[in-house]
Nanobody, 116 residues
Framework: QVQLVESGGGLVQPGGSLGLSCAAS????????MYWYRQAPGKERELVAS????????NYADSIQGRFTISRDNVKNTLYLQMNNLRPEDTAVYYC?????????WGQGTQVTVSS
């Protein structure tokens, strides 16, 4: 059974930091590119960051460039997103996705709220 379980969300003040994790099971994690998406209330889901299968290549949305870092551990089957200097506009549900040319798997999401 494929599972992607996000954790680490919560409430943080502007300028603060949070680290998200996505624990994967039920598929060969190391053969899938991984992604973080987010969806704010009333908005479409947007791609935040991506990482290739070995973690050698990453890409980021312009809105979070220089503040967020995506990484992965293929031994622990876990994807990470370190978020620094958070802004109120980063408030959203954050989802991880595993994808290849045939299929995508999604997690259930974790809420991140940036507010004073």
């Amino acid at each position: 059974q494929v599972q992607l379980v996000e954790s680490g969300g919560g409430l943080v003040q502007p300028g603060g930091s949070l680290g998200l994790s996505c624990a994967a099971s039920g598929f060969t994690f190391s053969t899938y590119a991984m992604y973080w998406y987010r969806q704010a209330p009333g908005k479409e889901r947007e791609l935040v960051a991506s990482i290739d299968i070995v973690g050698g290549s990453t890409n980021y949305a312009d809105s979070i460039q220089g503040r967020f870092t995506i990484s992965r551990d293929n031994v622990k089957n876990t994807l990470y997103l370190q978020m620094n200097n958070l802004r109120p506009e980063d408030t959203a549900v954050y989802y991880c996705k595993a994808g290849n040319r045939y299929i995508n798997y999604w997690g259930q999401g974790t809420q991140v709220t940036v507010s004073s």
